[in-house]
C-alpha cells in the first residue's frame, strides 16, 4: 500500500556524518510507525531507529544512541536519519520501514513496508 524510496548513502571516514532520507508514497504514510534497519554483509538484518506516528517518541538500539538521530515530516511524507560520529561496524545495507508493529528493539518481520536499501559504508 505504500513505497518506500531511500537515499542519502555512501562513503564517509570514521567519525564523518551522513543523512539518510527516505521518500514515503500516499497520503497516508503519516499513519505509519517508521523506522530504519540495517544489514552488514553476513549478518542479519537489525532495527536501528524507530519513530512513532506524530514523531513525538523515537527508539534506539543501544549502539547507535547518541550518534544517529531519527525524524520525520509528515507534511513531505519523508523520515530522515542523521548518522554522526560514524564507525566502520556501521557499514551496512540501511533499509526505510514502514508499518512498524513494535517499536521496542523490532524484527524485521515486524515491519509491513520496505525500501530497496541504501548503502553507507564508513571507512578506517
Known amino acids: 500500500q505504500v513505497q518506500l524510496v531511500e537515499s542519502g548513502g555512501g562513503l564517509v571516514q570514521a567519525g564523518g556524518s551522513l543523512r539518510l532520507s527516505c521518500a514515503a508514497s500516499?497520503?497516508?504514510?503519516?499513519?505509519?510507525?517508521m523506522g530504519w534497519f540495517r544489514q552488514a554483509p553476513g549478518k542479519e538484518r537489525e532495527f536501528v531507529a524507530a519513530?512513532?506516528?506524530?514523531?513525538?517518541?523515537?527508539y534506539y538500539v543501544d549502539s547507535v544512541k547518541g550518534r544517529f538521530t531519527i525524524s520525520r515530516d509528515n507534511a513531505k511524507n519523508t523520515v530522515s536519519l542523521q548518522m554522526n560520529s560514524l564507525k566502520p561496524e556501521d557499514t551496512a545495507v540501511y533499509y526505510c520501514?514502514?508499518?512498524?508493529?513494535?517499536?521496542?528493539?523490532?524484527?524485521?518481520?515486524?515491519?509491513?513496508?520496505w525500501g530497496q536499501g541504501t548503502q553507507v559504508t564508513v571507512s578506517s
Open positions: 519513530i512513532s506516528r506524530s514523531g513525538s517518541s523515537t
Open positions: 500516499g497520503r497516508t504514510s503519516s499513519t505509519y510507525n
Open positions: 520501514a514502514a508499518g512498524i508493529h513494535a517499536l521496542g528493539l523490532p524484527r524485521p518481520r515486524d515491519s509491513d513496508y
